[in-house]
Structures are given as structure tokens and as C-alpha cells.
């Protein structure tokens, strides 16, 4: 089966919402999925977007999305990129979708003029990590991914 990658369009926001859910679901927290079709269409294809998407898919279906955003380093003094999500329905996985999907990204970083890629990755997801590390990805030694969310970032924006 061959895999194709794309940018995404507004006629995929069902698909990726129901990808969302999946990954939801895999990361063992379903009930933290907020999204929308609405608030996807307004992030993903809205006048003052800052979020991007590609689609993977195999023979014409879609199996894998990738969803990212621009950030920067101030010691490259360069954009990269900060990969949010990348899931790959359960059944097209070991076809190649994911790396396909992380060489569209990367060519998107180099097109872009992008110092990196970053991401994260749940310390108990085994089988990404080894797939991470044969792309020749590593951990950011050092570095803990950090978050401040609900009621403390109320409290915070309330000071």
C-alpha cells in the first residue's frame, strides 16, 4: 500500500477529530478531548492561524495526522517546529505512514528554515521511542517537558 502526505483541508477536520479521539484514547485520557469541528476549523484553517496539519493516507484513506505549530529558539535565533500530535490508526501501523509523516515535517522544517523539530513523548510509550531513535532522534537531556493549565493558570492570569 502506498502512503501519501498532504497538508491538511477543511474537508479533513472530521477525520482529525476522530484522530484526535484515537490518540485520546490510546494515551489513555478520552475525557480530556475539548476539541471541536468548530474550534479545529478556527485553529486549523482560520484567518489567524498558527496551527498546521499534514494527512497521511493510504490508498485514499486517511490513517495519520500530524499536528504542529512554529516555535523558537532564541540560541538558533530560528523558528522550529513543535510537533503537538502524530497518530497512525491502529491497523495501518508498521506501513511506513509515521515515517512518512515525520519526512513531510521535516522537509516542511527545511523549507521554513527551521532549526528543529521538538516533541514529547509519554515515558511509558516504549514502542515510539525505539521508533524515534532509528530517525536518529534523541531525548533533550536535561530538559522536563513542564505545564500550567486550569485553575493555576486562572489563578495566575487573575494576579
Known amino acids: 500500500m502506498s502512503v501519501r502526505v ?3 483541508a477543511r474537508d479533513d477536520i472530521p477525520e482529525i477529530l476522530r484522530m484526535i479521539r484515537a490518540l485520546a484514547v490510546y494515551e489513555h ?3 480530556a478531548v475539548a476539541a471541536t469541528e468548530d474550534s479545529l476549523d478556527e485553529m486549523l484553517f482560520g484567518a489567524d492561524r498558527k ?3 499534514h494527512i497521511a493516507e493510504q490508498d485514499g484513506r486517511p ?3 500530524t499536528v504542529w505549530f512554529l516555535n523558537f529558539s532564541t540560541w538558533t535565533g530560528r523558528h522550529g517546529i513543535y510537533l503537538e500530535d502524530l497518530f497512525v490508526d491502529p491497523e495501518a ?3 511506513g505512514v509515521a515515517r512518512a509523516l515525520f519526512v513531510a515535517l521535516a522537509r516542511e522544517a527545511r523549507a521554513r528554515g527551521c532549526a528543529r523539530i521538538d516533541w514529547s513523548v509519554l515515558d ?3 514502542q515510539a521511542m525505539r521508533f524515534y531513535r532509528s530517525m536518529g532522534s534523541r531525548p533533550s537531556e536535561g530538559w522536563q517537558p513542564w505545564r500550567l493549565d486550569g485553575e493555576a493558570l486562572e489563578r ?3 494576579e
Open 6 to 8: 498532504r497538508r491538511a
Open 29 to 31: 485520557k478520552p475525557e
Open 51 to 53: 496551527v498546521f496539519a
Open 63 to 65: 490513517v495519520g495526522l
Open 93 to 95: 501501523r508498521r506501513a
Open 124 to 126: 511509558w510509550n516504549e
Open 156 to 158: 495566575l492570569a487573575s
